[in-house]
């Protein structure tokens, strides 16, 4: 379930690109991965005054003492940069990351001690617990750090309404590589950086790679190897195809990594029971709630062609929940809310304007012809 639009359409689209100029409101590409997560318990205790938090290789331990329940956090509203501002403040701990720690005793006095001796990582984090539209709380460590990095973790312990928890690890490894390279060369993180090649970054990203490997985070370490580092060599296989430079790999105003996918049609599945209700993990929400840059941008237009089988029906989990289906060749052009992607708006459950066009000529491919033409969005290249 890894989005990335294939070499064939951005050729096509080459012209419309060029009149437009790159950007995320006229033409660019948006780069999402499939989530990286676990089933696991949620631990949420206090140890020797300090509110601790853990799941899987994660654990967390608030830096000062724990006095009460953490207030629930909302978006109140927009900046003036269309980002969300935050009802609370959060509270700072220490994020440690290790495939060898837990949440004993102590373990969280070895931490607070100094005194860690297995491989891991540490950082300082603010965590803001929240409420989703299931009405069940997660506290996650949600937004950008201050130099453009994304290394998000949302917990989510079991509810009545939720009966498994776990994680959802929503770090953005190439947006993450890229600053981090940027920074090393004395860069900005918004400057921009013509003599940077695919090579650079893939070796940055194979390092990070081996290093979570080592005890640090093997789910990690193997979701960058099978996901992550996959799909870059296919993007930059399909940009050469369709004739772009290189810079155009690593262009702000063109690739733009979103991180994890939103658990919208097909993606639903991969989110394993964590998120029950589509686009719910916080900062990967197109709604943020009810203010957010989807809300504020209107409706949108889709254009796509609808799922089909020659003298016959397709199933409609084929379609992924987004399509109906058709017995004939069609394309779909629609308006859809933006929160949510739908062609009704979610406030005022008002039907958009929908179209169809038959008659069009539209070519089947089998997943191995997509994968060995790089063809279809989300699909790698054949080995």
């Not at 049609?265 to 029950?276: I, T, Y």
Request: with cysteine.
């Amino acid at each position: 379930m890894n989005a990335v639009p294939p070499a064939a359409t951005r050729s096509l689209y080459r012209p419309v690109f060029d009149q437009l100029g790159h950007g995320p409101a006229t033409a660019a590409v948006e780069m999402r991965f499939a989530p990286l997560l676990d089933t696991a318990q949620v631990t949420d205790t206090v140890i020797d005054g300090r509110h601790v938090l853990a799941c899987g290789p994660h654990l967390l331990i608030s830096l000062h003492e724990h006095h009460g329940e953490l207030p629930l956090t909302e978006v109140e509203r927009l900046d003036e940069r269309t980002q969300p501002v935050l009802s609370t403040s959060g509270r700072c701990y220490l994020h440690l990351v290790s495939d060898h720690l837990d949440a004993d005793p102590p373990t969280v006095r070895s931490v607070l001690a100094g005194q860690v001796t297995v491989p891991h990582r540490t950082r300082t984090v603010t965590v803001f617990p929240s409420r989703t539209r299931t009405a069940t709380t997660s506290p996650p460590t949600p937004d950008f750090h201050n130099n453009g990095t994304f290394p998000a973790l949302h917990l989510y312990p079991a509810t009545e309404s939720r009966k498994r928890s776990g994680y959802t690890d929503a770090t953005r490894h190439v947006l993450n590589t890229l600053l981090a390279y940027k920074a090393a060369r004395g860069l900005g993180r918004r400057d921009p950086f013509p003599t940077v090649t695919f090579a650079d970054v893939l070796a940055r990203l194979e390092a990070a790679t081996a290093e979570l490997g080592q005890g640090v985070n093997r789910r990690a370490a193997e979701h960058l190897a099978d996901t992550v580092l996959p799909l870059q060599a296919s993007y930059a296989e399909a940009l050469e195809l369709a004739g772009y430079p290189t810079a155009a790999f690593f262009s702000r105003n063109f690739t733009i990594d979103t991180g994890q996918i939103v658990n919208q049609g097909r993606a639903m599945g991969l989110f394993r029971g964590l998120v029950s209700l589509d686009g719910e993990p916080p900062r990967e929400e197109r709604g943020f709630g009810t203010a957010s840059l989807s809300s504020v941008r209107g409706p949108i237009w889709r254009i796509a062609p609808i799922p089909f089988i020659p003298n016959g029906t397709l199933p409609l989990a084929i379609a992924g929940g987004k399509n109906t289906t058709a017995d004939r060749p069609t394309l779909v052009i629609e308006e859809l809310d933006p929160c949510h992607l739908r062609p009704v708006m979610r406030g005022t459950c008002t039907s958009l304007r929908r179209y169809t066009v038959t008659g069009v000529e539209l070519e089947h491919l089998s997943l191995d012809e997509g994968r060995a033409e790089l063809a279809m969005p989300g699909l790698l290249a054949a080995a």
